[in-house]
C-alpha cells in the first residue's frame, strides 16, 4: 500500500478504513488511526469507532477498547480542545487487523451510500455550541458503550457514528437525526419511570400478597400428593 501523506489526504472516507484493513501487520493500534484520519479530527474518529462498535462490539473486550478514546473525544470536544490528544496507553492499544476487517466489510456499503447522500447543510448544527452538546452526549453514550451489556452497545455507537459522520461532513442533517434518537430515548426512558412509578404502588401489595399465597398453596398441593 502506499505511503500516504495523511495531513493532506483527500480520499473518501470510506476508502480510508478500507487501505488501512489492506495492511499486512497482524495488530491494529489506536495510534495508526488516529495518524491515519490526519486533520479530520474528532469526527472521522467518531464515526470509526462507532460503526466499528456496532459490527465487532459483541466480541467480547473490544467495548472497552473501542469505548475508551469515544470518552476522551467527548470531554475534548466539550472543552472545545482542536487536535485530539491521546495518552500512550490508549495509543498502543490494539485488535486483530483480520477482526478489523471482518468488521469494516459489514459497514462500508451502507457508509458509501452514506456519503453519496451526504453534503454540507444546517450549519447551525455543526456551530461550536452543537459541537460543546454533542462533546457532552458523546462522553455519556459513551459510558453506556463500556458497560458490559450484551447488546447494550448498538444504540449508543449508532448515536456516536450519526454524530460523527455529521461533524466529518459537515452535515447537519445527520446531526440532528442522531438528537432525534438521543431525545426518543430519554422520553421513553421518562415514560418508564413515570409509569413504574405510578403502577408500583398498586403492583407491590399484589406482589407481597402472592408471596404470602405461595406457601399456602403448596402445602394444599403436597397435601393432595
Not at 34 to 48: P, Q, S
Not at 96 to 101: C, F, G, H, L
Not at 128 to 150: D, K, N, R, Y
Amino acid at each position: 500500500m502506499p505511503d500516504y501523506d495523511y495531513q493532506s489526504d483527500t480520499r473518501p472516507f470510506s476508502q480510508v478504513i478500507e487501505d488501512i484493513g489492506a495492511r499486512d501487520e497482524p495488530k491494529l493500534y489506536l495510534g495508526e488511526l488516529v495518524n491515519a484520519f490526519g486533520e479530520r479530527g474528532f469526527g472521522a474518529l467518531m464515526l470509526f469507532f462507532g460503526l466499528l462498535s456496532v459490527a465487532i462490539g459483541i466480541i467480547p473486550g473490544t467495548t472497552t477498547v473501542l469505548g475508551a478514546p469515544l470518552l476522551l473525544m467527548g470531554l475534548q470536544l466539550t472543552i472545545r480542545q482542536d487536535q485530539l490528544w491521546l495518552p500512550r496507553w490508549a495509543l498502543r492499544r490494539s485488535i486483530e487487523r483480520e477482526t478489523y476487517r471482518q468488521g469494516v466489510a459489514r459497514v462500508l456499503p451502507r457508509l458509501r451510500k452514506m456519503e453519496r447522500l451526504s453534503r454540507p447543510r444546517l450549519s447551525i448544527m455543526t456551530s461550536e455550541l452543537s459541537e460543546v452538546l454533542i462533546g457532552v452526549a458523546t462522553f455519556l453514550l459513551a459510558c453506556i458503550l463500556i458497560l458490559p451489556l450484551w447488546g447494550g452497545n448498538l444504540i449508543p455507537a449508532l448515536i456516536i457514528s450519526a454524530f460523527g459522520f455529521g461533524l466529518l461532513q459537515r452535515d447537519g442533517l445527520a446531526i440532528l437525526i442522531a438528537w432525534t434518537a438521543v431525545g426518543l430515548i430519554c422520553t421513553a426512558g421518562l415514560v418508564v419511570w413515570l409509569a413504574w412509578t405510578w403502577v408500583s404502588p398498586y403492583l407491590l401489595p399484589v406482589w407481597e400478597w402472592l408471596n404470602g399465597l405461595l406457601p399456602q398453596l403448596w402445602a394444599w398441593l403436597t397435601g393432595l400428593f
